[in-house]
DNA sequence: ATTCAAAGTGTAGAATATACACTATAAAAA
DNA sequence: TTTTTATAGTGTATATTCTACACTTTGAAT
């Protein structure tokens, strides 16, 4: 038995050097045929975050996925049949090849496609601004998250995890300055790996220690 | 006819050296007797943001706050009586020794009273950690959203605006480059005025100019 | 052996942050 | 009118962080 109010998802991945997100083509009305964010009805005896993790299960088949709660969306014309509230969730996962081929897994939805972030069409309900909102805040929230490394895969190269930084932020930064920053936080484990199956010099690779990240960065507010 | 979710406040003015919080005695089950955070059922055909302003005006009367939407929340356990999905906001007012004598003014509550936001009774529901959310949450906004300057007069010394930084960050600061470093940003407008009623040398008083403080502000974000 | 494509590295100057203590001023009290 | 009191208001030196900038190294492919 479904709830009055629904959860929607920003699902993110990060693919070719860019950031990506999930969108799903919708089969019923309203807005039939349009592009959305995926959501549905919480059920009345489902947690919220269940309902999110349902979400994200059913349309990239994974579990145990970093999310947060972003902002409600309640306003009494948002949805044609009267106010649905909705409650935006971001969620971020490790995108590659193989979950890059998605597949329709509910029958509310006729397909699921990724779509670089900043070149969306155009999108059902207020899921836009659900959209920009979202953008917005994982800029802020780069900097005591561990965001950006959860769109990595648990090893990584500095070059993809500044190219997740640019991403995210929407601007280039400075190879040498930003490797001296992310090396002088000391919350990155130097391993004694290396990139493999690349056809020019292979890069290091790195892992985050998140306790270390937690640590340096639960006391950083202004002043 | 009411809807199926709330909103509640965390209203919060500075008096007196300390932030402080506007508690509800509530009148009614669950949790009769108890302090809470002023809030209450959305109407349907309300907006939300309305009904805040609403709840706002009950107990504060002042219309024209600033407010903030912060999270939601939908536990299944959080109301004894099932799920009741609410929005939290926090709003920032100017409190002065007028508004600091409250009067019941609703039937669900038997009085409201300002209490220290360190130093609060036990809350009903799941208030307490709406608080600390809250105050976590200011903390980081206190960087990028007029917040300190929401809490004071119009017209403010530098002293009273450290005041408001330290009451919100928790901590002392150093006066001197407070001062650098607030006058520093240009968004402070210096008045040709000074203080009066102190039986001291008066301090001088300044503005701010909101639009050069959003300006600076709106692409603050990591490197 | 050469080419290619990306990895990896240092330094100088600018800007910002921090630590720190005394003088100036206005009203009140003597 | 002088003195006291309480807060306003101010500068500098050092440390830290930020920024701009270009070449050498490496490993695979040809």
Redesign the pocket.
């Given at each position: 038995m479904y709830s009055n109010f629904t959860v929607d998802c920003v699902i993110l991945g990060f693919h070719e050097g860019e950031l990506k997100v999930l969108l799903a083509e919708r089969n019923e009305y309203p807005f039939k045929d349009w592009w959305a964010l995926p959501g549905f009805f919480v059920d009345n005896d489902e947690e919220m975050e269940d309902a999110v993790k349902r979400i994200l299960y059913e349309n990239t088949g994974l579990k145990d996925v970093f999310m947060d709660q972003l902002h409600s969306f309640a306003g009494l014309k948002r949805h044609p049949k009267g106010r649905i509230l909705t409650v935006a969730y971001y969620a971020l996962i490790q995108l590659d090849n193989t979950k890059l081929k998605t597949k329709p897994v509910t029958n509310y939805m006729k397909q699921a496609k990724w779509f670089p972030v900043r070149n969306v069409p155009e999108l059902a309900f207020d899921h836009k601004q659900i959209l920009d909102l979202c953008l917005e805040r994982l800029q802020r929230r780069l900097a005591y998250k561990p965001i950006a490394f959860e769109l990595l895969p648990e090893k990584f190269?500095?070059?993809q995890l500044q190219l997740v930084y640019e991403g995210i932020l929407n601007k280039t930064l400075?190879?040498?300055?930003f490797?001296?920053?992310m090396q002088?936080y000391g919350f990155l484990k130097e391993l004694d790996e290396?990139q493999t199956g690349?056809?020019?010099?292979?890069?290091?690779l790195y892992k985050l220690d998140k306790r270390k990240f937690l640590k340096h960065f639960q006391n950083t507010v202004a002043?």
């Open positions: 190269t500095l070059t400075d190879k040498r300055n490797r001296k920053k002088n290396v690349v056809a020019y010099r292979a890069a290091r002043f």
